[in-house]
């Protein structure tokens, strides 16, 4: 008799417990990151590879590079570059267009192109290197994926402390 008791009173904590992970859940699916983690870092260049399919290369570029589309997302772009280090495409910012990886400030640009030419001549990869991250001021590391499409370096990356989280 009591052990019955027992186990009705764990069938309805379970219950109880059950019904509030549903509420909780339900609470949070619309949350979302204030910064992309390295899945959605993967699906956007995929997203753009996917893209480039059925389009000319200078088409391409400029659709990367529309504001109106969907190559930007949050903290995460979509870059191209050529093997020099200038930026062909750059998801959602056509000022950045025409510049340099070799001239951001605070980061070690000659390495990083080579990083990212080396990587993505050999396949889709990840580099890593440290930036300053405009929204904090403070220096974090990043990484990218990275691939080749045609002549061009397409990649995204992501700040590395919340993509290890992701």
């Known amino acids: 008799q009591h052990n019955a008791q027992m186990v009705e009173h764990a069938v309805q904590q379970a219950n109880a417990l059950e019904g509030r992970a549903s509420t909780l859940s339900s609470a949070v699916e619309s949350f979302r990151l204030q910064q992309g983690t390295a899945d959605e870092a993967v699906a956007l260049v995929q997203r753009a590879v996917a893209m480039r399919a059925g389009t000319s290369r200078d088409q391409f570029l400029r659709t990367i ?21 200038t930026y062909l ?31 993505a001549e050999r396949g889709p990869g990840w580099v890593e290197y440290d930036i300053n991250n405009p ?32």
């Open 65 to 85: 590079t529309d504001k109106s589309q969907p190559f930007h997302d949050r903290d995460m772009y979509v870059f191209a570059l050529d093997r020099a280090g």
């Open 89 to 119: 495409a750059f998801g959602g910012n056509p000022a950045k267009v025409g510049t340099r990886v070799q001239d951001i400030p605070g980061i070690a640009g000659d390495q990083l192109v080579q990083d990212i030419v080396t990587q």
């Open 135 to 166: 929204a904090t001021g403070t220096v974090q590391t990043k990484m990218s994926f990275v691939r080749m499409v045609d002549d061009v370096y397409l990649g995204c990356g992501v700040y590395k402390n919340l993509a290890a989280r992701a």
